[in-house]
């Protein structure tokens, strides 16, 4: 398998703040991350699809502008939540797959993100 | 489009016994399903999965039978503990019909508590 770390597992800002969340792949490299969101008595989402070294693929009706994903490294991809609103707390988790295990996913622990 | 229905919880048992998880879905092509697990506090972590039509998934004694005809695949486990108390989710990967291998089309979960 593989382990999946975020950063920080919770976080609380202000309204119109920025907030930036990690996801490291520990033990292998990652050319794809996925961005899930998480509703409270909600099924994950799949918000996008972070590509190292390009543009991520995001899914239909989520703003790219308002949910930046950069993948600069194989082991790193950041998910920035820009000009925070309190419609954006939710639970933000991330996960990888690895080559030879198709369908499943490698998740982290997932970020809290509370907007006041 | 691909879905997953799962039962809804919270699902309360008394550590012994037996426990079913209904999960039925949809799906263009052929997917793979799988169940995931989520302790508390922790990230989602994959628990069993099945491929084909009648394949058997199982792992710490939950098992799910990956029934065609029914488009079902129904989580059991013939005697709970304390410990397998967490939010179990259903989950298909449907990429035979030119779906994205690592995408998953989630269930909404259900909150299994088992008391001693």
């Known amino acids: 398998g593989a382990v999946v770390s975020q950063h920080p597992s919770r976080v609380i800002c202000k309204s119109g703040t920025s907030v930036k969340i990690e996801c490291r792949s520990l033990?292998?490299?990652?050319?794809?991350m996925f961005w899930y969101r998480q509703f409270p008595k909600q099924s994950l989402m799949l918000m996008a699809t972070?590509?190292?070294?390009?543009?991520?693929?995001?899914e239909q009706g989520v703003e790219k502008d308002k949910f930046l994903i950069n993948h600069a490294s194989l082991t790193l991809s950041t998910l920035t939540v820009t000009s925070a609103h309190p419609e954006d707390s939710s639970f933000y988790i991330c996960s990888v797959g690895l080559a030879g295990f198709p369908g499943e996913l490698f998740f982290g622990e997932g970020s809290r993100l509370t907007v006041l | 489009g691909d879905s997953v229905t799962q039962m809804e919880g919270p699902v309360t048992l008394s550590e012994e016994a037996f426990l079913t998880i209904n999960c039925t879905y949809t799906a263009t092509g052929y997917p793979s399903l799988f169940w995931y697990v989520q302790y508390p506090g922790e990230g989602l972590q994959l628990l069993l999965k099945a491929t084909k039509a009648d394949d058997k998934g199982s792992n710490k004694g939950f098992e799910a039978t990956y029934r065609k005809e029914t488009t079902s695949f129904h989580l059991e486990k013939g005697s709970v503990q304390v410990s397998d108390s967490a939010v179990y989710f259903c989950?298909?990967?449907?990429w035979g019909s030119g779906g994205s291998n690592y995408k998953l089309t989630f269930g909404k979960g259900t909150l299994l508590t088992v008391n001693p």
């Open positions: 972070s590509n190292e070294g390009s543009k991520a693929t995001y």
């Open positions: 989950a298909l990967s449907d």
């Open positions: 033990d292998f490299q990652a050319t794809t």
